[in-house]
């Protein structure tokens, strides 16, 4: 744990523009899981607003190609490019690692599937949301860590959410073998699993050059991520948030809901530092279980022993090929 939080200047209502004015990225290479949409598309603009080369990762490459003609648009970067990437898919990992060439600099590992009303299982038996939010970035960042390393000083942004309060890893039963199928506990894991992978990545390739950190955007009701969940009005679903985690709750833009992944990306203070969760664009509080008024960040989803195992297991989940040899 950390005795001293990182705090900024900046808070719940700032943009991604706001957190990264003034800096710099010329020269810099980044990849934004996820940016067709949503917060991925502003977190892509700011970056290549700050003239870094911004590759869009994406499931569906007609979106990616329209965001990526927007961004070239509105920033004048003309850097943005389109890989195709499907997180469920680890040959679609795989081609996506097999065909990066240079550095990477900044990893964002931004997409990710929520509400999925059924259980589903990929073709290895893995949870969807498990596979998609934990597994598959997992696999991409292992994938691309010697591009990472030769960056110097890289950074990976790793999107979690207030949901990882919904559950711990239980790693006995990830994928609902023995006990009935909770869509909200089963993404509640995969989030937890985003920051224990933070926690243990930073552990390991720190070394390398190479520190992540998890971060929490905000509730923004307009994005992709709530594609699978039944239709609500901003007002239902703030009052079942308020109810579910006993806090206020107010929505966010997708440019404020951006500014902490964009901040955690590129913010000198933040350099070298890793292994925490950040909201707000500050670093969360710990808090414990049943603490009103704050949303924070709870202690299983920084435990190194947890961090550890879930290594483990997800190195086990991979398939040997080319693209994603595991490290040990």
Excluded at 143 to 160: D, F, Q
Excluded at 192 to 198: D, E, S, W
Excluded at 282 to 304: I, K, Q, R, S
Aim: one cysteine or more.
């Amino acid at each position: 744990m950390n005795s001293q939080r990182l705090t900024t200047q900046f808070g719940p209502q700032s943009t991604a523009a706001e957190v990264i004015a003034g800096i710099d990225l010329t020269g810099r290479r980044a990849i934004v899981t996820g940016g067709a949409s949503g917060i991925g598309v502003e977190t892509a603009r700011a970056l290549a607003g700050a003239n870094a080369e911004v590759t869009l990762a994406v499931r569906n490459l007609e979106a990616g190609e329209r965001a990526a003609a927007d961004i070239t648009v509105s920033t004048g970067n003309k850097r943005v490019l389109v890989a195709p990437l499907d997180l469920a898919d680890q040959a679609s990992i795989a081609a996506l690692v097999a065909g990066w060439n240079g550095p990477l600099h900044l990893l964002v590992n931004n997409a990710g599937i929520s509400g999925l009303s059924d259980l589903q299982l990929t073709s290895g038996g893995w949870e969807m949301q498990f596979a998609t939010n934990h597994l598959g970035h997992f696999a991409l960042a292992l994938g691309l860590h010697e591009a990472l390393a030769s960056a110097g000083n890289a950074r990976i942004v790793s999107l979690s959410s207030v949901g990882h309060k919904r559950s711990p890893v239980v790693f006995d039963d990830i994928n609902f073998t023995a006990r009935p199928y909770d869509p909200l506990i089963a993404y509640g894991q995969s989030k937890t699993a985003n920051v224990l992978f933070a926690v243990e990545a930073t552990r390991r390739w720190a070394g390398d050059g190479i520190t992540v950190n998890a971060v929490h955007p905000g509730t923004i009701p307009t994005t992709n991520l709530t594609r699978h969940l039944p239709p609500q009005s901003p007002a239902d679903l703030r009052a079942s948030l308020i109810r579910t985690y006993k806090t206020v709750v107010e929505f966010k833009t997708v440019k404020q809901g951006a500014a902490t992944s964009v901040l955690v990306a590129t913010a000198p203070q933040i350099e070298g530092i890793g292994g925490r969760y950040f909201e707000d664009c500050n670093e969360a509080p710990v808090v414990d279980p049943g603490t009103p008024g704050t949303f924070g960040v709870f202690a299983y989803a920084l435990d190194p022993e947890a961090a550890a195992r879930l290594w483990q297991v997800s190195i086990d989940a991979l398939p040997r090929s080319p693209g994603v040899t595991p490290r040990a």
